[in-house]
């Protein structure tokens, strides 16, 4: 039943297909594309080459158009005759419906992938526990159930009979019959329906476990796929999760307890957004996103690196708000400043500055004028400005503990000034 995606890491020769349309110009397709061939490279496929087309917008039958199917069926074809060569899919960067799926395949002969189905392998490659697990099975039976004609030929087939007189059925098996495509619909039905059992019951335990935290100040490490939050919770919480440079090396809700000086709070890592992130996902991790809604304190990580970091912040802004977390108090870190590289303009070039030939002192000093003290940057990776990072974090949340729980329980002396108590009693 997952014929539509990659079972099993492994190297497969791939084709990306993108279209340049009214509301994502170029730059913005090829930036799509390149986004889409490391999803690809994630989960275990080989990029050989990107199609790209102009239209209004996607073809309804065929995604792009006749000319550019065919062009890249002649590119298989050439590439296919020799087996080193061979491309066994085709991936498009849009979610593709049932009938684009069918008739792209039809004509192709290989297998297709759309964004969707990409992202929901590399979330069933990651998964670990049980409720990761399980919401993603629950995300795959969505994304499947409208595209079940496509998967099977023989579904459309009668089980049971035509009536009396003559009907082919077996005995006692004969009436009107139901198809083998009405009865997996059926059968996924009634799955999706035990998996959102299940997801309620983990819900409900992990609600539980939330409130049996006591009275800590919690916060959370959001931000896009990939920017650095795991290895930022390695160094903050002195522990050993799972960090990698691939995109969703994180899937399951990571929380653990930190002490900067004498407070200690509960810091959680989450479960990163991508652009065109699937609806049906977002539903599908609400538990794990419950750690998101339920935080004091959002910190919004950054890849400075990235060319196109201001887009991926607006993409995690309006995931939050579609979460229902918005309005949140929250700081952005941006990381990753070792890798960020610019253009530098000729001194007789007097063309407007572009993105390409901003300094990082010049991107420092606006955001943080525009962001006052609600900004830091740093280098997670060679643990730069990371003192500052914390002092920054132990403020906010100090802040906040004193507001939230007046008493005070765990605010309590360092072992520093203590030491300096002895020494002038001394």
């Known amino acids: 039943m997952k014929e539509f995606v990659i079972s099993e890491a492994q190297t497969e020769k791939a084709v990306l297909v993108g279209l340049i349309t009214q509301n994502q110009n170029e730059?913005?397709?090829?930036?799509?594309?390149?986004?889409?061939?490391?999803?690809?490279?994630?989960?275990?496929?080989?990029?050989?080459?990107?199609?790209?087309?102009?239209l209004d917008t996607p073809n309804s039958v065929t995604y792009v158009g006749k000319g550019k199917l065919q062009e890249i069926k002649d590119y298989l074809q050439q590439m296919n005759e020799d087996e080193e060569t061979e491309i066994g899919m085709v991936i498009f960067d849009d979610e593709l419906s049932a009938k684009q799926l069918r008739n792209i395949e039809n004509e192709l002969k290989v297998k297709i992938l759309d964004r969707t189905s990409l992202i929901l392998d590399i979330f069933a490659m990651r998964a670990q526990t049980a409720n990761a697990k399980t919401?993603?099975?629950?995300?795959?039976?969505?994304?499947?159930?409208?595209?079940?004609?496509?998967?099977?030929?023989?579904?459309?087939?009668?089980?049971?009979?035509?009536?009396?007189?003559g009907g082919k059925g077996s005995v006692g098996l004969r009436g009107p019959g139901e198809t083998q495509l009405e009865m997996d619909r059926r059968i996924i039905l009634n799955r999706m329906a035990l998996l959102k059992q299940r997801l309620a019951e983990i819900d409900t335990q992990k609600s539980t476990q939330r409130k049996n935290r006591g009275r800590m100040i919690r916060v959370a490490l959001v931000g896009y796929t990939n920017v650095g939050k795991s290895t930022i919770m390695n160094l903050?919480?002195?522990?050993?999760?799972?960090?990698?440079?691939?995109?969703?090396?994180?899937?399951?809700?990571?929380?653990?307890?930190?002490?900067?000086?004498?407070?200690?709070?509960l810091l959680s890592d989450t479960v990163g957004f991508i652009?065109?992130?699937?609806?049906?996902?977002?539903?599908?991790?609400?538990?794990?996103?419950?750690?998101?809604?339920?935080?004091?304190?959002?910190?919004?990580?950054?890849?400075?690196?990235?060319?196109?970091?201001?887009?991926?912040?607006?993409?995690?802004?309006?995931?939050?708000?579609?979460?229902?977390?918005?309005?949140k108090q929250s700081m952005i870190v941006f990381n990753k400043i070792d890798a960020y590289s610019y253009v530098e303009k000729a001194e007789d070039d007097l063309t407007p500055k572009t993105k390409?030939?901003?300094?990082?002192?010049?991107?420092?000093?606006?955001?943080?004028?525009?962001?006052?003290?609600?900004?830091?940057?740093?280098?997670?990776?060679?643990?730069?400005?990371l003192e500052d990072f914390k002092n920054l974090?132990?403020?906010?949340?100090?802040?906040?503990?004193?507001?939230?729980?007046?008493?005070?329980?765990?605010?309590?002396?360092?072992?520093?000034?203590?030491?300096?108590?002895?020494?002038?009693?001394n």
């Open 356 to 385: 390409e030939n901003i300094t990082l002192e010049e991107l420092m000093n606006t955001w943080m004028a525009k962001m006052d003290d609600n900004c830091i940057f740093i280098s997670a990776k060679n643990k730069s400005n």
């Open 27 to 54: 730059r913005q397709t090829n930036e799509y594309l390149d986004e889409l061939a490391f999803l690809a490279e994630t989960a275990g496929a080989e990029v050989v080459k990107r199609f790209t087309q102009k």
């Open 135 to 165: 919401q993603v099975e629950l995300a795959q039976y969505k994304y499947m159930l409208p595209r079940l004609q496509r998967l099977w030929t023989h579904l459309e087939r009668q089980g049971g009979g035509s009536g009396a007189g």
């Open 236 to 265: 903050l919480a002195k522990s050993e999760v799972f960090a990698e440079n691939k995109l969703f090396a994180t899937l399951d809700t990571t929380v653990r307890k930190v002490i900067i000086e004498n407070l200690p709070f």
């Open 275 to 327: 652009r065109k992130l699937p609806t049906d996902l977002v539903e599908s991790f609400k538990s794990t996103l419950d750690e998101v809604r339920e935080a004091d304190l959002l910190v919004h990580v950054v890849d400075i690196s990235h060319p196109d970091f201001e887009e991926q912040i607006q993409v995690v802004e309006k995931t939050i708000s579609d979460i229902g977390a918005s309005g």
């Open 393 to 425: 974090l132990y403020r906010k949340v100090r802040e906040m503990h004193v507001q939230k729980y007046p008493y005070n329980d765990f605010l309590y002396q360092t072992y520093d000034s203590e030491e300096q108590e002895t020494v002038t009693d």
